[in-house]
C-alpha cells in the first residue's frame, strides 16, 4: 500500500533494549525502524523523573559493555547514579553510534497483526500512521504499563497530581505543600525520602510495607572512576558469572552451617555495604528455608525498630506477610529517619482504607485530607502488561493477550509459537536480573537468529508447539521451592489495580543467568533447529 513504509525490521521502543537492538540491526545490513512513544530516547529512563529515582544497581555495571570506546568515554560521577544522569548517558549514546536518525518519536504502536500471505507484520500506530517488516521486535520493557489504583474520584482532584512513571518535565515544588504518596514500593521509597526533604507536610498512603536495606550511594572522583574503568573486564566478566548479572553473587554457604555470631556479622557487614548484596549476595538457603529467611527478616525488622523512633510506626513499616527478599528489595537512603520528622504521617490503608479521592484530597473510613498535590506510586502491569496494552494478532488472526489469559507461554523467553518473525527482549520467563547485562545477551541472541534467517534466505521464524510447552515446564519447574513464587508481587503477575491480575502466575525465569545462556547458546550452535524455520 501507498500509506505503508516498509522495513525489514520494526523495534518497539528506544530504552536500553531497542537502542542496542537497532545498533545491532544496523551491522547486519538492514532498514530498521524504531517506533517510541515518547518524545526521546531512554524508555524507563525517559519516563520515571520521578524526584529519587535513581540506579540501586552499580551505575557502571549498567553501562553497555559492547563498545570498549564508550566505556572509556563515560565518566559516571556516582555508585548509583541519578535518572537525569542516566538519561545523560543514553543520549550520549544515541548520538555516538548516531541512532536517531532511524527512530520514530511520538509513535504509539495500538496494533500490530501478522499477514500470513506474506510472512510480514502489519504495525499501526495511534495517529493511524502505518508500516510493515519482515520482523518486529518487542523492546517494551517489563515494567513500563504504569497503572493508577482504582479508588473511586481518582479524576476529581483539583490540585496537582502525577503518576510517577509520568513525572513532569519541570521541575515540581513541594515547598511548603501538603502532599500524599500512595505507595510504598521501590519509586515510592524513592519519592518519599526526596519530597520530605521539602514538603511542609507529607502524608504516606501504605497498603504493603516493603522490606528495605540502605543503598549506601557515594561519590565518584576521577582516581576511582580510573580504577572503574581499568577493571571494567573483570567487572563484565563477573556480571556474566554470577546468578542474576550483579556484581554481587550468592554466598555459597546455608544459613545454618555458621555460629550464630557468625551469621549475625554476615547480616551486619550486608546490611552496611553498598547495593544489593544483602539481597543478591545473601545465604544460599534465604529465598528457599521459612527458617532461614525468618532469620534475616527479623534482622531486618531490629534494624528498623532502631531507626524509627515511634515503635507504633515501625511496626506498620515491618511486613508481615512476606519474608525478606521474596518481593523486589527497595534500595533506601534514611527512608526510616523520614518517619521520625514531625511533619510525616503514615496512613496504613489496610487498616483506614481509602474510601474515595475527592476535589480537595483523600478520604479514608476514618480521616479526610486536603492535599496541594498527590502522587501516586502505584506501579505497573508488569511484564505482560506493556504487551496487552498493544493489540498484537498472529496467526489465524489470534490474539496474544488471549493467548497468555493464564500466564505467559514462551519458548527461551523470546518467541511465541503462532506468533511467527516476532521477538521479544525482555519478556516473560527471560533471566531478568541486572536489566542491562541481561539485555545485551537478549539483543545478541536475536540478532544471530535474523542474521542467521538473512544468510539462509529464510522468511518465517516460529517457535513450536513443543518448544513452548519444554520451555514454559522448565520455566515453572525452576519456580518450585522458592518463597518468591508464594508471595503477591508485580513478580508474580498480580496487580490488584489490574483486572484479571489477581492470580499468581510464574511470569518470570528464576534459574541462574549463566544456565539460560547455555541453554539459549546451544539452540543457536544447533542451527535454530528446534526452530519451524522456512
Sequence with gaps: MADQQHYDAIVIGAGISGLYQLHRLRQLGMTVRVLEAGTGVGGTWYWNRYPGARFDSESYSYSYSFSEELLQEWDWSEHFAAQPETLRYLNYVADKFDLRRDIQFRSRVSAAHFQDTTNTWDVTLEDG???????????????????????PGVDSFLGASFHTARWPHEPVSFEGKRVAVIGTGATGVQTIQEVAKTAGTLTVFQRTP?????????????????????????????????????????????????????????????????????????????????????????????????????????????PKNHGFGTRRVPMETKYYEVYNQD?????????????????????????????????????????????????????????????????????????????????????????????????????????????YAKDHGLTRLEATEAGVASWTDHVKSLGVGLLSNEVNSWMTGINSNVEGKQTRIIARYSGSAPAYRARCDDVAANGYQEMALS
Design 343 to 451: 511533619n510525616i504521617t503514615l496512613v496504613d490503608i489496610l487498616e483506614t482504607p481509602i474510601e474515595r479521592i475527592t476535589p480537595t484530597g483523600i478520604k479514608t473510613s476514618k480521616t479526610e485530607y486536603e492535599f496541594d498535590i498527590i502522587i501516586f506510586a502505584t506501579g505497573f502491569d508488569a511484564i505482560t502488561g506493556s504487551f496487552d496494552r498493544i493489540d498484537i494478532r498472529g496467526t489465524g488472526g489470534q490474539r496474544l493477550k488471549d493467548r497468555w489469559k493464564s500466564g505467559p507461554e514462551t519458548y527461551l523467553g523470546v518467541l511465541v509459537e503462532g506468533f511467527p518473525n516476532m521477538m521479544m527482549l525482555m519478556g516473560p520467563h527471560t533471566a531478568l536480573g541486572n536489566i542491562p547485562r541481561s539485555i545485551e545477551y537478549n539483543v545478541d541472541w536475536v540478532t544471530g537468529l535474523v542474521g
Design 129 to 151: 500512521s502505518r508500516f510493515s517488516s519482515r520482523f518486529l521486535i518487542t523492546a517494551i520493557g517489563p515494567l513500563s504499563a504504569p497503572t493508577l489504583p482504582t479508588i
Design 210 to 318: 516493603n522490606w528495605c536495606a540502605p543503598l549506601m550511594n557515594a561519590k565518584i572522583d576521577a582516581a576511582e572512576m580510573a580504577k572503574i574503568r581499568a577493571g571494567y573486564p573483570e567487572l563484565f566478566k563477573r556480571c556474566q558469572e554470577t546468578f542474576a548479572c550483579f556484581i554481587h553473587t550468592v554466598d555459597p554457604r546455608g544459613t545454618f552451617e555458621v555460629s550464630d555470631e557468625e551469621r549475625e556479622a554476615t547480616y551486619e557487614r550486608l546490611y552496611a555495604s553498598p547495593g544489593f548484596g544483602i539481597w543478591q549476595g545473601n545465604f544460599r538457603d534465604m529465598l528457599t528455608d521459612r527458617k532461614a529467611n525468618a532469620l534475616i527478616s527479623d534482622f531486618v525488622a531490629r534494624k528498623i525498630r532502631q531507626r524509627v523512633k515511634n515503635q507504633a510506626v515501625a511496626e506498620k513499616l515491618i
